[in-house]
């Protein structure tokens, strides 16, 4: 199995910086690609950013030029530095990471950490 644990929310006011952590633990042998998405009430899970093993990243239109996702893969942990916060961005944000088990190769979960930015 994997845990993933996310900190670094919070509230911020617009115009803002957070920057969110995600660190993986567990048993596993290998994690392939990582990421962030996000949920707001009214609003479908939204991915916000990916980056593989390799490090290539994808980010959603509505963040490019914002955002940039990170990953230590030493310490097994992706980063995504929020910059130019907008009151739309707010949202749990929860990481994910496709890893191989014993069981298998699978996507994992974090719980999430709450972002808020006021206008």
């Known amino acids: 199995q994997v845990q993933l644990v996310e900190s670094g929310g919070g509230l911020v006011q617009a115009g803002g910086s957070l920057k969110l952590s995600c660190a993986a633990s567990g048993s596993f042998s290998w994690i392939n690609a990582m990421g962030w998405y996000r949920h707001s009430p009214g609003k479908q899970r939204e991915l916000v950013a990916t980056?593989?093993?390799?490090?290539?990243?994808n980010y959603a239109d509505s963040v490019k030029g914002r955002f940039a996702i990170s990953r230590d893969n030493a310490k097994n942990t992706v980063y995504l530095q929020m910059n130019s916060l907008k009151p739309e961005d707010t949202a749990v944000y929860s990481c994910?990471?496709?890893?191989?088990?014993?069981?298998?190769?699978?996507?994992?979960w974090g719980q999430g950490t709450q972002v808020t930015v006021s206008s």
């Open positions: 980056i593989t093993s390799g490090g290539s990243t």
């Open positions: 994910s990471c496709n890893a191989r088990t014993l069981s298998g190769l699978r996507d994992y």
